[in-house]
């Protein structure tokens, strides 16, 4: 019986993707960084670019290697697992990310490249993407995907972003007339002072109502962090802590959706410095 509600739990959850076309989960925000600020991340500049806005890589100065981990309101069925990194070269920076989401009635698996490169106040990027999904009872399917973004610095605490994902509108399968959602997002972020972040984005699905997002980052104590943030459609309330010792950082976030429940996001990231 428990096994009867909770995959009943995880139909009604998967529904609304199909009904409307949004069947790439890889659209889901990754590190728990970006996940403490209410996914207002398109600025934001570390290894979870790969995943979050491919365009702010080039920013990056040093090769980091980055694992997460996001559990969604209580179902192992809705959990994604994801790591990536970003090598930092002297002819831009090249990147790769992998996850997978799911459990055995549904699932998918994604596996990206992107290149960015910083030209002046800009840093532009692409990213190509392979993504799989999996449906019991009616096989498998795989279909590529691009995206491209940039940030620019309008100024020392001024940072301008913009991302698109799934530009070319590729479809679920051959087969299939439904597509991966195209989603287009732009935002701005203030840094007031060294240690206070405000970020703002807007998000919009071409098929879907738009977004607002908007974070925080305080350091409040030497190698601590904490976020909050909150988003529209629907409303959720965002919250995380951060540590960063020498060459590692994590970081953990929570989200509240007030009817589904709670999600939580661990992430690790590591920074090679050379010799």
């Known amino acids: ?3 009867v509600l909770k995959v ?3 139909l009604i959850l998967i529904v609304p ?3 409307y076309g949004q069947n790439g989960t890889e659209i889901f925000s990754k590190g728990a960084r970006s996940y403490g600020m209410a996914n207002a991340h398109v600025t934001l500049t570390d290894a979870w670019s790969i995943f979050n806005n491919p365009g702010a890589m080039g920013r990056i100065s040093a090769t980091t290697a980055v694992v997460g981990y996001d559990h969604r309101l ?3 069925e809705l959990t994604t697992l994801g790591a990536g990194a970003v090598i930092s070269t002297k002819k831009g920076n090249f990147g790769i990310g992998l996850s997978h989401y ?3 009635l549904f699932n998918q698996q994604a596996a990206g490249v992107g290149y960015a490169n910083q030209m002046g106040i800009a840093s532009f990027g692409i990213k190509a993407t392979y993504l799989q999904t999996n449906i019991a009872g009616y096989g498998r399917n795989g279909a590529p995907v691009l995206e491209f973004g940039g940030t620019a610095a309008l100024g020392p605490q001024l940072i301008f972003g913009a991302h698109v994902y799934n ?3 590729s479809q679920l399968s051959r087969d299939s007339q439904d597509y991966l959602p195209t989603i287009v997002k732009t935002g701005l972020s203030f840094q007031p002072s060294g240690k206070l972040l405000i970020s703002m984005e807007a998000e919009k699905d071409i098929l879907l ?3 607002a997002k908007v974070g925080l980052e305080y350091n409040f104590i030497n190698r601590f962090w904490a976020r909050c943030g909150i988003r529209t459609n629907p409303s959720n309330l965002h919250f995380g802590i951060g540590f960063n010792p020498k060459h590692f950082r994590f970081d953990y976030a929570v989200a509240q959706n007030n009817q589904l429940g709670f999600t939580h996001h661990f992430s690790m990231n590591y ?3 050379s010799p």
């Open 102 to 104: 799911g459990g055995e």
């Open 8 to 10: 009943f739990s995880y």
């Open 1 to 3: 019986m428990k096994f």
């Open 209 to 211: 109502p738009a977004i």
């Open 17 to 19: 993707y199909y009904s």
């Open 74 to 76: 209580g179902l192992d």
């Open 271 to 273: 920074t090679f410095v």
């Open 167 to 169: 530009f070319t509108r």
